[in-house]
């Protein structure tokens, strides 16, 4: 499973794509079960650099029945900085946000290092 | 401290309106990302997980009240009601947003502060000593000639696309507490035998992927050849330096591939070319050694009442005064080390309301002057020890009286993956949780001087190489682990640190800290720090002790 994450532009929010939009939540976002699917969603976010940048798939896991990143990079990004329990989309609380924040997974997601290498 | 004429300041007012209006053409999609990444970072603003971070440049970590209350504020309205004091004695902001910048950069140049050469591959904040103008210790004034570097270097057209990013520490005191020999240049002020004055000059230290203590390219540089010589070692590096890869792109790679004997005389070769000329006339020096001059003091007696007796009768002052308090040139004043690691603190923060709280101090008590240090800590120079304890009182009312300068839980930490977009792995919570450890003030004193400095990532901003104890973080296999080095030092006995053993996983690093502590206190000799008895015992009973469970 994967999801398609990116930054806005404007101010920098980490955002996730939802058919054809860009929302803030982690739990909002679309999940792709198929490569094709995923990788036709980052084409069209790709194809919107005026509004978002950094494109890129990230890799999920299970984690208390809900969806979480893999890779503990993109849990801080769709948490927030851990040192700052009250900074950023944490601070919502709820089944969602605990999910992630109980989430154990680690890899690094393969959308991240194809960025890093075209950088 | 050093004031912006008019032209200075229009020149920060265009360049804001400059950047502003680059902003709205990226925003209007007039230019590519591509196009205007390179603009944003000549203006300090970076994207890191969360937000855009902006760098705002310290220059050698001084600071007015004034320009103290403006970084507070812009903390305030514009990010999450604080900022993070870096180990380049620069400010970051974390929670910036894009569309915003253009008006902190307005507001930062109404009191003279800007973002210019945070970022990019020039010549970055000088960084010097913070106790500069206060310490008995100091030769000259390292200000006078961080200054001047910094105008030199200011938009310098030659030196503004060097091979990778250039920094500098000047200091003047035997004790260094710039980390000169680990910059890419670093200059150490010396007297000559006849008193002519002059820098040892030293070229290709540094930190990253590849740590070098920087070699000595020249005992005894005359101070008025400094820029045809600073202009010569520039040209050499512009020249030769790697820029086929970033990697290998730092003067100290040159440095290090030439050798030094072959660099000098390059240098000294390039420097016959470049002639006299270049230097900064001495009238020029005499004009920034005015901004400099000494403080009007009061003539007071070393011993002061006050203080004394706040001392006998409050055994937190005490403490704070032992461990905080440094000694100052004049009868009566003494130095004071704030420190920004709190217990449980993240190093290097401060929130608006205590960065007002400083403000509001070096005010009142402390001349109008506040000095950022590279080991994240903040300092009032010039405090009357009749004062000390009302300072004392008021930082701790706003939490910033921790007793613990150079002491264990005085971490160096970068803001590592709770923010970076760089790092590997967390560096926050590890400092976190080693200063809840340690958090007996007596057993921190007990241990005493013990620098911990840890990074999120290879490229070192936590200044790992050179810790007492040094912590890195790495990735494995997308796990944070985190590999431990020991008996290195950025002072004037600098030393790249020796690696321990294999990696760590998180949970198991205070536990290793906890056992090379009691190691040290049995090893120990009498009046041996830790890097005393580890230069001493070698890395061995610490590796065993650490990785006994494993055999």
């Known amino acids: 499973m994967k999801a398609l994450t990116a930054n806005r532009l404007d101010d920098g929010e980490v955002v996730f794509w939802k058919a054809g939009q860009w929302v803030e939540r982690f739990a909002d976002a679309e999940l792709f079960s198929d490569d094709p699917t995923g990788e036709a969603a980052e084409g069209q976010g790709k194809s919107q650099p005026n509004t978002v940048i950094d494109v890129y798939l990230i890799d999920l896991i299970e984690s208390e029945g809900l969806w979480a990143p893999l890779s503990y990079r993109e849990r801080i990004r769709a948490l927030g900085p851990p040192n700052h329990p009250g900074h950023g989309k944490q601070a919502e609380g709820g089944a969602a946000i605990e999910a992630l924040m109980h989430a154990t997974g680690a890899s690094r997601s393969t959308g991240r290092v194809n960025l890093i290498k075209r950088k | ?551």
């Open chain 2, 1 to 551: 401290m050093y004031q912006y004429d008019t032209l200075d300041k229009e020149f920060l007012a265009d360049r804001a309106a400059e950047f502003k209006e680059q902003v709205q053409r990226r925003l209007a999609g007039e230019i590519t990302e591509d196009q205007f990444k390179a603009l944003r970072l000549r203006n300090g603003l970076y994207l890191q997980l969360h937000a855009y971070m902006l760098r705002v440049a310290i220059p050698y970590g001084s600071l007015n009240a004034v320009q103290l209350r403006k970084l507070a504020d812009i903390g305030r309205r514009y990010d999450k009601g604080y900022g993070h004091f870096t180990t380049r004695t620069n400010l970051q902001f974390h929670w910036i947003k894009l569309r915003e910048t253009p008006a902190i950069l307005e507001e930062l140049a109404t009191v003279d502060l800007h973002a210019i050469q945070t970022s990019g591959n020039c010549i970055r904040n000088v960084t010097s000593d913070p106790y500069a103008g206060a310490t008995a210790e100091e030769i000259d004034d390292p200000r006078v000639w961080s200054e001047a570097i910094r105008q030199w270097s200011m938009l310098h057209p030659e030196f503004s696309h060097l091979p990778r990013k250039f920094k500098f520490a000047v200091t003047a005191s035997p004790k260094d507490r710039t980390a000169a020999r680990v910059h890419d240049i670093g200059l150490v002020v010396r007297r000559a035998r006849d008193g002519t004055m002059g820098f040892e000059v030293i070229v290709g230290g540094g930190m990253g992927r590849t740590p070098y203590v920087g070699p000595t390219i020249r005992e005894f540089l005359p101070a008025n050849r400094l820029f045809s010589y600073l202009d010569a070692v520039l040209r050499v590096y512009n020249r030769h330096g790697r820029r086929d890869n970033s990697y290998k792109a730092r003067i100290k790679i040159l440095v290090a591939a030439l050798g030094a004997d072959e660099f000098r005389r390059q240098v000294e070769e390039e420097w016959e070319k470049v002639g006299p000329g270049a230097d900064m006339p001495d009238t020029e020096i005499a004009r920034i050694r005015a901004a400099f001059a000494p403080k009007a003091f009061d003539t007071l007696v070393n011993r002061s009442e006050a203080f004394e007796t706040a001392k006998a009768a409050d055994p937190a002052f005490a403490r704070f005064a032992r461990n905080n308090l440094k000694p100052h040139k004049r009868p009566g004043y003494t130095i004071v080390e704030i420190s920004l690691k709190g217990i449980g603190d993240t190093p290097g923060d401060a929130t608006s309301d205590q960065m007002d709280v400083v403000a509001d101090l070096g005010e009142r008590y402390g001349q109008n002057d506040i000095r950022v240090t590279h080991e994240q800590n903040l300092v009032l120079p010039h405090v009357k020890l009749d004062d000390a304890p009302a300072v004392f009182a008021a930082l701790a009312a706003a939490g910033l009286a921790t007793p613990n300068i150079n002491l264990i839980t005085d971490i160096i930490a970068c803001p590592g993956l709770d923010y970076c977009a760089l790092a590997n792995a967390r560096a926050i919570p590890i400092a976190q949780d080693i200063a809840h450890r340690f958090a007996d003030q007596d057993r921190a004193e007990l241990v005493g001087e013990l620098k911990i400095k840890i990074s999120g990532c290879i490229n070192a901003c936590g200044h790992h190489h050179v810790g007492h104890i040094g912590i890195l973080g790495v990735d494995k296999k997308g796990e944070e682990f985190y590999q431990l080095t020991l008996g290195g030092s950025g002072a004037e006995d600098a030393e790249v640190g020796k690696m321990l053993g294999p990696a760590l996983p998180a949970d198991r690093v205070t536990d290793a800290i906890d056992t090379i502590v009691e190691v040290y206190l049995r090893e120990r000799a009498e009046g041996e720090r830790f890097l005393d008895t580890f230069r001493r015992t070698g890395v061995a009973p610490f590796k065993e002790a650490v990785y006994a469970e494993a055999h």
